[in-house]
Each structure stands twice: as C-alpha cells, then as structure tokens.
Nanobody, 124 residues
Framework: QVQLVESGGGLVQAGGSLRLSCAAS????????MGWFRQAPGKEREFVATITWGGGSTVYADSVKGRFTISRDNAKNTVYLQMNSLKPEDTAVYYC?????????????????WGQGTQVTVSS
C-alpha cells in the first residue's frame, strides 16, 4: 500500500501562484511515475501533469502548459506542482496519484493510488 497526502492548496487571486506538495509513504518506490489530476464541480477528473520515476520526462495538459511545473524529490518521497499565473478556471480539487510504471502516464484509470485531494480556489 502507498499513502499519498496532498497539501498546499488554498485561495489565491487570479495571476497568483501556489505550490502543491504530495508526500508518499508506505511501500513507496522511486520507480513509480507520479501524476496530478484535478476535478472541478460538475466536471470529470482531468489530467494535469505527470512525471517519470527519474524526473527526466514530464507531460502536461495543454491547459496548464507553460504555467505549471511538476517536479519530484525522491529522497523525500515528495512530488510538487508549482502553479503560476493561476486562472479562475484552475479552481478544482487537485489530486496526486502514483503508478508502478517508469514511463509517464496520463490516464487516470491506470493509476494505482490516490491522495485525498486539496482544494485550489482562484478568485477573479
């Protein structure tokens, strides 16, 4: 089992920044790919970003490309999502997820473990 705990969410004005963290514990492995997803009220969960086990490859949704950066610190079993130039449409619950694959994974159904989510609200 792997436990994932997100933190760093909150209320921010449009144009502002937040950094989300996801701490992993349990049967963690630095060989796991990690991902961030989000779900806005009344909408399906959508892919945001993913990073490979070594951190050498990242993939972003078009809607966040150039504004968000995913990174990881395997020594701390933590993955981050730096979010800049936030927009009201970024408002959602953000979830991190882990999958026992080395490659980047963008499909939510492929992930094995999920955190409980952290709320991000961007005011206009």
């Amino acid at each position: 089992q792997v436990q994932l705990v997100e933190s760093g969410g909150g209320l921010v004005q449009a144009g502002g920044s937040l950094r989300l963290s996801c701490a992993a514990s349990g049967r963690t492995s630095s060989t796991n790919a990690m991902g961030w997803f989000r779900q806005a009220p009344g909408k399906e969960r959508e892919f945001v970003a993913t990073i490979t086990w070594g951190g050498g490859s990242t993939v972003y949704a078009d809607s966040v490309k150039g504004r968000f950066t995913i990174s990881r610190d395997n020594a701390k079993n933590t993955v981050y999502l730096q979010m800049n130039s936030l927009k009201p449409e970024d408002t959602a619950v953000y979830y991190c997820a882990s999958v026992a694959r080395r490659m980047a994974v963008i499909t939510s159904s492929d992930y094995d473990y999920w955190g409980q989510g952290t709320q991000v609200t961007v005011s206009s």
